[in-house]
């Protein structure tokens, strides 16, 4: 069914095209107004933010950091990654429209040195001193949403959070008052479950690669475990990207400024040439920020 409706939107797109009015220009998609945007809306991400995971098979992720947002989760994650903890765990969870999961499927492997078992919870910072680009769309989840900093967040005019959109990555814990020490991550693999916000740490996002972790067998234990150990999935590496050997780095950049505005815009009201109705608005995480490699 959806590859009928791709194939009838692409036939019909043609016909919508020469509808126009004549001298009327198509209004430019999202992924054209990307595309288009000049080199100065591009925002370069901190190598020192990013993480190089590589499964055992040869599936290459990269992860970007959040540490405005849980400073200790995020340095812990820093530490273990530098120790090479992760190198020999595996993906022990797959659940279908939730997450996967990865870390020591033994629970039993100690921690890095320097590691602070039992951080505070780092669920929500203050607003203050923050200039978000906030959305004039109602959310269920929260008085307001928006961006900072090419994040996804949420507000109440005193705090603000990170919000569980499609890729962002999160911090396992017990039940509270554990908070995880950032040993065990998952990462969004389905419809934003917004309902963990302000419950969990959530540390960064998937930025690259995700097709490796979204498309795995789902798991069919409890929460989408694996029962049987050899279905779980090797990981060789997770490092600093730092510490990549030169052939293996990458920098990346997310889009900002006008062209991001102008993006945004464009998510929430398509007039591109297949669309007959605006939607009129358009939810966070359905407005994924535009991240790319450096030219």
């Known amino acids: 069914m959806i590859k009928v409706a791709l194939l009838a939107a692409a036939a019909l797109a043609p016909v919508a095209w020469f509808a ?8 430019p998609s999202p992924a054209e107004i990307a595309a288009g945007a000049p080199a100065a809306d591009w925002i370069d991400i901190p190598e020192s933010d990013l993480l190089l995971m590589d499964t055992a098979e040869g599936g290459r992720v990269v992860i970007q950091l959040a540490p405005d947002f849980a400073p200790v989760h995020v340095g812990n994650i820093r530490k273990i990654a530098a120790a090479r903890w992760w190198d020999g765990t595996s993906i022990n969870r797959v659940q279908d429209n939730y997450v996967v999961q990865w870390g020591d499927a033994t629970e039993k492997k100690a921690l890095p040195q320097g590691v602070v078992a039992k951080p505070a919870e780092e669920y929500v910072r203050s607003q203050k001193g923050l200039s978000p680009n906030w959305i004039e769309w109602p959310d269920p989840y929260a008085k307001q949403t928006g961006f900072w900093k090419g994040w996804p967040i949420g507000g109440n005019g005193e705090n603000v959070w990170l919000t569980h959109c499609y890729g962002m990555v999160g911090v396992g814990r017990n039940l509270a008052p554990d908070t995880g020490s950032g040993a065990e991550l998952y990462a969004v693999i389905g419809q934003a479950p917004r309902h963990l916000d302000r419950n969990i740490a959530l540390v960064g996002r998937v930025i690259e690669g995700m097709e490796f972790l979204a498309s795995r067998p789902r798991g069919t234990g409890d929460l989408g475990f694996y029962t049987d150990p050899a279905q779980r999935i090797a990981i060789g590496s997770i490092k ?22 102008a993006y945004r815009d464009a998510r929430a009201n398509r007039r591109d040439p297949f669309f007959n109705v605006p939607a009129g608005g358009a939810d966070v995480c359905n407005i994924p920020v535009p991240i790319r490699r450096a030219p």
């Open 20 to 27: 126009l009015a004549p001298g009327d220009t198509p209004a």
């Open 240 to 261: 600093p990207m730092s510490e990549a050997e030169p052939g293996a780095k990458s920098r990346h950049q997310y889009l900002s400024s006008g062209s991001f505005r």
